[in-house]
Every structure is written in C-alpha cells, then in structure tokens.
C-alpha cells in the first residue's frame, strides 16, 4: 500500500519555482559552466557572472529535481543534462524555454485557470489570434524539440518508391519539417504557408539549410489561402490539435483536394491512448489545448481515423515516433 502524503500537491503547486530555476540555469549557461569549470561553484560563480551563494542555491535546487548530482561539494551534469542543456552539445534545446515559459504563455495558464476550465477552452482567442506575435517566438524557439523529428520523417519519405515534387507544409512554423523533405529529395519544391512573420523565420532557416531556391512561401490563414493543387506531399505539423474535430475535418478536406493523385497527407501529432491518460506526455498535451485554444484537444488515434474518413481519405495509419512523445497520422 502506498504512504499517503501531501507531496505530490506541494509539487504541483510549486511547479512554477521550477520554472524559474531552468529560466535562470538557461540564461546563465549554468550546464555549460558546470561542465567545463569540473563542478567548482567558485570557478561556476566566476563564468556566469553571478553570486557564489546563488549559484549555490540554484544547483543544490536543481540537484533535488535531479538535473544536477553532487559529490563531495562539485556539482555533475547527469547523461540527459548534459545532452540537452549544455549549449555545446549538438542536441542542445534549451531554447524551447522561450516559448513553453514565455509570459504570454504562463499568463494563458495561471491568472485564470478556472475560467477556462468552466469555459472548456480558452476564453477568447488564446494563442489563436491572427498574427499573434507569440508563433513568431514558437518559430524560433522550438527548432531543437523537433529536429530529430523532422529528420526521421524525410528518411521515411526518402525511401518512397517516388520522391515527391511539390510539397506544402501548412503552418509551417520554423519550417523545419518542409526543409527536411527538400534537403531528403532534391528534386522537391516546397511550399509554406504561416503568417508572414513567422514565414520571415522559416525563410531564414531554409537559406541557412541550403534549400531556399525550392522554398516558397504563402502568407496567411491556412483557412483562408488558395495554396494550389498536385501536391505529392502535404505536411500538417503540430496543427490540427488546435481545432475542433469538424473544424479538422475541413481542413483535411481542403488538403485531400488539393493532393495529386496518389499524394499523401502527414501528420504529426500528440496521441493519447483510448484512455486519454496515457502515454503521460501525450495524454497531458490536452490540458494544454484547453488553456490556450477555444476548442483544440489531443485526440486518439481513432479519432484521427474518423476525422480522415469524414474528409474522404481511405486510409489513415498511426505510428509513434520515438524517442518524440509524438506520433505520425498518415492520410492517404
């Protein structure tokens, strides 16, 4: 029988106090510091420019939410830290916090949250307004939450019996999946669609990768756009969990009819189990729709199924991605 104990309230309701110590550890590159200075908080203190006792406080914090091990006064980076928060490592993705703990973000979730509990969504627009500036700090912050990601995909796509041609990639973000499929098949051309600003970012990133003479962008409303037809490919990246099923059957209508023949329709997406609190991560991303979203959700895999058919699409497979907590729907 488990001991019954307050502890995992007293967790959650402290959760923003972690917030605050992976913000600070982020800002001053205190991995990074711990790493190279061998753990020695005088050394630590000097590099990050900040106060020995504060820099004390911080890694023994962190050391309790185990991100940080101590032995006799050094401080150690644990496998994952060091990986993922060390600025030097090429897996770095420390930036995510930018956006994930940006104010607009934690303002959504904790100065009201039982009105949009009883609203069941977002009161008003959330992070749905046009032109919100804060998809502009998603299109650069979250470029390493999805890299790896977005590889494995254009491998899978590399080994089609036919390379696609024309791509699109609706809101297309950073526009790291679309970039990963033309980097995958040379002979595509992709096209983007977002809002303009957020396209400016996605532009960056594919002059960066080399593909920008085969990237092409169309600014606006995904709804609303007229992005064309004979589409080989047709990405939908980390979007359809914002709507509501009718409105995800429209935009996959919309996609199905704009596909050549043959074309396909990716999707990736957050997809809990029947249960809907399982895998944790997953199951968890609901509670985040309805924070910042008037009607979006994390739906199951059957729910992409009949969403898919209700658009016209014959079949609709589901697979996860590991080690992403997501999984790809494919429509075809």
Same mark, same amino acid.
């Given at each position: 029988?488990?001991?019954?104990?307050?502890?995992?309230?007293?967790?959650?309701?402290?959760?923003? %106090?972690?917030?605050?110590?992976?913000?600070?550890?982020?800002?001053?590159?205190?991995?990074?510091? !711990?790493?190279?200075?061998?753990?020695?908080?005088?050394?630590?203190?000097?590099?990050? %420019?900040?106060?020995?006792?504060?820099?004390?406080?911080?890694?023994?914090?962190?050391?309790?939410?185990?991100?940080?091990?101590?032995?006799?006064?050094?401080?150690?980076?644990?496998?994952?830290?060091?990986? #993922? &928060?060390?600025?030097?490592?090429?897996?770095?993705?420390?930036?995510?916090?930018?956006? !994930?703990?940006?104010?607009?973000?934690?303002?959504?979730?904790?100065?009201?949250?039982? @009105?949009?509990?009883?609203?069941?969504?977002?009161?008003?627009?959330? /992070?749905?307004?046009?032109? /919100?500036?804060?998809?502009?700090?998603?299109?650069?912050?979250?470029?390493? #939450?999805?890299?790896?990601?977005? %590889?494995?995909?254009?491998?899978?796509?590399?080994?089609?019996? +036919?390379?696609?041609?024309?791509?699109?990639? !609706?809101?297309?973000?950073?526009?790291?999946?679309?970039?990963?499929?033309?980097? @995958?098949?040379?002979?595509?051309?992709?096209?983007?669609?977002?809002? %303009?600003a957020v396209l400016e970012v996605a532009k960056e990133n594919a002059v960066a990768a080399g593909v920008s003479a085969?990237?092409?962008?169309?600014? =606006?409303?995904?709804?609303?756009?007229?992005? =064309?037809?004979?589409?080989?490919?047709?990405?939908?990246?980390?979007?359809?969990?914002?709507?509501?099923?009718? +409105?995800?059957?429209?935009?996959?209508?919309?996609?199905? =009819?704009? &596909?050549?023949?043959? =074309?396909?329709?990716?999707?990736?997406?957050?997809?809990p189990n029947e249960d809907r609190v399982s895998p944790p991560f997953a199951a968890a991303f609901s509670f985040v729709?309805?924070?910042? +979203?008037?009607?979006?959700?994390?739906? +199951?895999?059957?729910?992409?199924?009949?969403?898919?058919?209700?658009a016209g699409f014959s079949k609709v497979s589901v697979a996860p991605l590991p080690p992403s907590p997501q999984s &790809?729907?494919?429509?075809?």
């Amino acid at each position: 029988m488990d001991d019954i104990s307050p502890d995992a309230f007293v967790d959650a309701v402290s959760g923003y %106090q972690k917030t605050a110590a992976m913000k600070a550890a982020l800002a001053l590159d205190l991995f990074t510091a !711990i790493a190279s200075e061998n753990g020695e908080l005088e050394l630590i203190s000097k590099r990050v %420019q900040a106060s020995e006792r504060g820099v004390r406080m911080l890694c023994d914090y962190l050391t309790v939410q185990g991100f940080l091990q101590k032995e006799v006064g050094r401080y150690r980076l644990t496998p994952s830290t060091s990986a #993922f &928060l060390t600025s030097s490592s090429p897996a770095w993705m420390g930036s995510i916090v930018d956006f !994930i703990a940006a104010p607009e973000m934690t303002t959504l979730w904790l100065e009201d949250p039982v @009105a949009f509990v009883r609203n069941g969504g977002s009161v008003g627009l959330g /992070n749905m307004a046009p032109d /919100n500036p804060v998809w502009v700090k998603f299109a650069r912050a979250m470029v390493p #939450f999805v890299t790896q990601t977005a %590889q494995d995909i254009a491998q899978q796509v590399s080994t089609w019996p +036919t390379a696609p041609k024309r791509v699109l990639d !609706i809101a297309a973000g950073h526009g790291v999946f679309g970039i990963a499929i033309a980097k @995958a098949a040379p002979g595509a051309d992709v096209v983007a669609t977002d809002w %303009q600003a957020v396209l400016e970012v996605a532009k960056e990133n594919a002059v960066a990768a080399g593909v920008s003479a085969r990237y092409h962008t169309i600014a =606006g409303s995904a709804f609303e756009v007229e992005w =064309g037809t004979d589409f080989d490919l047709v990405l939908i990246t980390n979007f359809l969990h914002h709507f509501d099923p009718p +409105t995800c059957v429209e935009m996959l209508s919309k996609v199905r =009819g704009s &596909l050549s023949p043959g =074309g396909r329709a990716l999707a990736v997406d957050f997809v809990p189990n029947e249960d809907r609190v399982s895998p944790p991560f997953a199951a968890a991303f609901s509670f985040v729709m309805l924070a910042s +979203t008037p009607r979006g959700d994390a739906y +199951t895999a059957r729910e992409f199924e009949q969403m898919g058919r209700e658009a016209g699409f014959s079949k609709v497979s589901v697979a996860p991605l590991p080690p992403s907590p997501q999984s &790809l729907v494919v429509f075809e």
